[in-house]
T-cell receptor, first 114, second 114 residues
């Protein structure tokens, strides 16, 4: 089975800390995505990447950065965490040659910033 | 991508068919209809997609109206494990860098009752 793995299911961080959320996929997929999900707001796209070392801003990139040094790994970075970044973070992958809208999601990382 | 409209919530009895509607009246010719679901505390899961013909797989059936302005996802024999939020998404299967960038709305909360 294809798999997208997020490094941590639950994290608690303090305001101002630097936070790394890691995502690894074993599908050899070119495309990877980071979303956040909040009650009443649904899933919102933060950043995505179509290839190694490539990144594109999504709808809400402010306060975040990403890194894609290897094809299988896509990291989301909060340079200085703030309480409004408390959320569920979801990583997803898809193949460029596959059905465009078929994304494979990880289980999610629930981040609490105190 | 075209905007979609779904009911906020629906109920279904276990063993009966669940019919989830979606309105996408502004859909354009190159846009596909995708359905995902999200079970509590998990990442979204792809269900099915279609362009203009009805589609069926092991999970569900997708009925798209002839004018393509609406569609219905059918779970033929709903079980308690089908309780989830169901998302209808319209996306263009175009080439280049638009691949896989999905916009999730609020979805429909389906509750399957014993």
């Amino acid at each position: 089975d294809v798999k997208v793995t997020q490094s941590s299911r639950y994290l608690v961080k303090r305001t101002g800390e630097k936070v790394f959320l890691e995502c690894v996929q074993d599908m050899d997929h070119e495309n990877m995505f980071w979303y956040r999900q909040d009650p009443g707001l649904g899933l919102r796209l933060i950043y995505f990447s179509y290839d190694v070392k490539m990144k594109e801003k999504g709808d809400i990139p402010e306060g975040y950065s990403v890194s894609r040094e290897k094809k299988e790994r896509f990291s989301l970075i909060l340079e200085s965490a703030s309480t409004n970044q408390t959320s569920m973070y979801l990583c997803a992958g898809s193949g460029r040659r596959a059905n465009t809208g078929e994304l494979f999601f990880g289980e999610g990382s629930r981040l609490t910033v105190l | 991508d075209a905007k979609t409209t779904q009911p906020t919530s629906m109920d279904c009895a276990e063993g009966r068919a669940a019919n989830l509607p979606c309105n996408h009246s502004t859909i354009s010719g190159n846009e596909y209809v995708y359905w995902y679901r999200q079970i509590h505390s998990q990442g979204p899961q792809y269900i099915i997609h279609g362009l203009k013909n009805n589609e069926t797989n092991e999970m569900a059936s997708l009925i798209i109206t002839e004018d393509r302005k609406s569609s219905t996802l059918i779970l033929p024999h709903a079980t308690l494990r089908d309780t989830a939020v169901y998302y209808c998404i319209v996306v263009a299967n175009a080439g280049g860098t638009s691949y896989g960038k999905l916009t999730f709305g609020q979805g429909t909360i389906l509750t399957v009752h014993p």
